[in-house]
């Protein structure tokens, strides 16, 4: 009766938790007892609970844990650059209405593109009416606009980057905390099976806990003593039974560029997997190139339109200005002189004929020129080719995320298949277990009257 009730409750137990997550069914092992030596020979005993198990499979679980670390390591990628997408779209790509550019080129007026395209259109202007003070008004205001944004794309850029670096940490903090959890854990298992115990539900949380850890970064982990797990990062011992032996830290490599190491052995850890390093790969991969492309078209620009802009002639006959000021992205600007005064523009190639135009021409022929610091691409096209390596590593790192879910769905399922609660199938368990409890009952109330009837003899 006591095996019976016992697969009852077990039974139970997994109806109960049908909808809990990360809850692995639980088999009642049940054995003969040990029979007893008679005159006639061996006579049964019954039967006796030697365990209550899970219906585990080892090798998913490792599967599914390399697949969390896949997982997080696509899906902060994914996130960090959707972010900066979202954040340096209006920058990059622009809201307006589009306008045609100088290449052909459909553009927008918002953006660094279109803005790009309207700084040489202003250079035509002035070269069309080299003696027009509107016309050189326009000019200043439409570089002021350019230098603006590339100011804020620099801007958004670094944003974006201390984003990131707060997501780091985040998640390093996290995975000290799951750390510590394991170690816990480990304590409380090795004590529960040293004691005899089987704490199923203790390995449930565990598991849990390992699976969450694997989605922050990639762990190696082995088997301790007592049911513990020993848990290893980037090649580094962390936990070791109820033993945390070291956490993990952010360091700065230089230039606000955070690093994962140990955080008392001081070691640097080399990731492979996991959102912590999906982070940084996404902040040292394509946002730090977007970020270097994007300084790397100021810098061209202030160069060669200072370049042809300082051998011209102002209207007051003077030479020698830039017209740019700064060295990239974050610090360029238009000439204060020239903003103050735009007659100052230095639009001719000759300092005694206001209306020559050939160093405005210059200026404007720039946008289809090909640049050397460029790869020997125009403005425009080197900036499209910015733009487009941010939509490239944005989807690759869609497709990515979307095929390890795909496939982590898969493993959870055919998991579920061996490990989850079967509603039906523990319905008829409890079904057999009552009926086997009933039928032992009977049979102890049928010894109970043949033990009456042979008392009753002996009166």
């Known amino acids: 009766?006591?095996?019976?009730?016992?697969?009852?409750?077990?039974?139970?137990?997994?109806?109960?938790?049908?909808?809990?997550?990360?809850?692995?069914?639980?088999?009642?092992?049940?054995?003969?007892?040990?029979?007893?030596?008679?005159?006639?020979?061996?006579?049964?005993?019954?039967?006796?609970?030697?365990?209550?198990?899970?219906?585990?499979?080892?090798?998913?679980?490792?599967?599914?844990?390399?697949?969390?670390?896949?997982?997080?390591?696509?899906?902060?990628?994914?996130?960090?650059?959707?972010?900066?997408?979202?954040?340096?779209?209006?920058?990059?790509?622009?809201?307006?209405?589009?306008?045609?550019?100088?290449?052909?080129?459909?553009?927008?007026?918002?953006?660094?593109?279109?803005?790009?395209?309207?700084?040489?259109?202003?250079?035509?202007?002035?070269?069309?009416?080299?003696?027009?003070?509107?016309?050189?008004?326009?000019?200043?205001?439409?570089?002021?606009?350019?230098?603006?944004?590339?100011?804020?794309?620099?801007?958004?850029i670094n944003a974006t980057r201390t984003t990131l670096n707060t997501s780091l940490n985040n998640d390093v903090n996290s995975a000290n905390t799951l750390l510590s959890g394991i170690a816990d854990l480990n304590k409380q298992i090795s004590a529960a099976e040293f004691s005899g115990g089987t704490p199923n539900d203790l390995l449930d949380e565990r598991e849990k806990d390992l699976e969450n850890l694997s989605q922050l970064t990639n762990i190696q982990t082995s088997t301790g003593t007592n049911g513990a797990v020993d848990v290893s990062i980037g090649g580094q011992s962390l936990v070791s039974g109820s033993q945390v032996l070291d956490t993990m830290q952010t360091y700065d490599a230089g230039g606000g560029q955070l690093l994962v190491q140990t955080k008392t052995g001081g070691v640097n850890l080399t990731l492979t997997g996991g959102s912590i390093q999906g982070t940084i790969d996404a902040r040292d991969g394509e946002l730090a190139t977007m970020q270097k492309n994007i300084n790397t078209l100021a810098s061209t620009l202030i160069t060669q339109v200072n370049v042809v802009h300082s051998g011209g002639y102002s209207l007051t006959g003077t030479t020698g200005a830039n017209f740019f000021n700064g060295s990239d992205a974050s610090t360029i600007t238009v000439n204060q002189s020239l903003a103050d005064n735009p007659s100052l523009i230095q639009a001719s190639g000759t300092s005694t004929a206001t209306g020559d135009n050939s160093v405005a021409l210059q200026l404007a022929n720039l946008a289809s020129v090909a640049q050397s610091g460029l790869n020997n691409q125009t403005f425009g096209n080197s900036f499209d080719e910015t733009v487009a390596g941010l939509g490239d590593a944005l989807q690759t790192a869609n497709n990515q995320a979307s095929n390890q879910a795909a496939v982590s769905n898969m493993l959870t399922t055919q998991r579920s298949s061996t490990s989850g609660v079967n509603i039906d199938e523990e319905m008829t368990n409890l079904m057999g277990f009552q009926r086997a409890y009933e039928a032992s009952a009977q049979l102890v109330n049928t010894v109970n009257q043949m033990m009456q009837t042979v008392i009753a003899l002996k009166t």
Do not use: C, H, K
Request: no cysteine; hydrophobic share 35%; proline share 2%.
């Open 1 to 156: 009766m006591q095996a019976q009730m016992t697969g009852v409750e077990v039974s139970g137990q997994n109806l109960a938790n049908v909808n809990t997550t990360g809850y692995t069914r639980q088999t009642v092992d049940i054995q003969t007892s040990p029979d007893l030596s008679t005159v006639i020979g061996p006579e049964g005993t019954g039967a006796n609970v030697t365990a209550i198990q899970q219906a585990v499979n080892t090798l998913l679980n490792i599967q599914i844990q390399t697949q969390q670390s896949a997982g997080g390591y696509w899906n902060a990628q994914q996130s960090a650059l959707q972010n900066a997408q979202t954040s340096l779209g209006e920058f990059l790509n622009g809201t307006a209405s589009t306008s045609s550019s100088t290449t052909g080129n459909s553009t927008t007026d918002t953006g660094l593109s279109g803005q790009l395209t309207s700084l040489f259109n202003a250079f035509q202007a002035v070269a069309t009416s080299p003696a027009s003070v509107s016309a050189r008004q326009e000019l200043i205001n439409q570089a002021q606009t350019l230098a603006s944004t590339f100011n804020q794309v620099d801007s958004q």
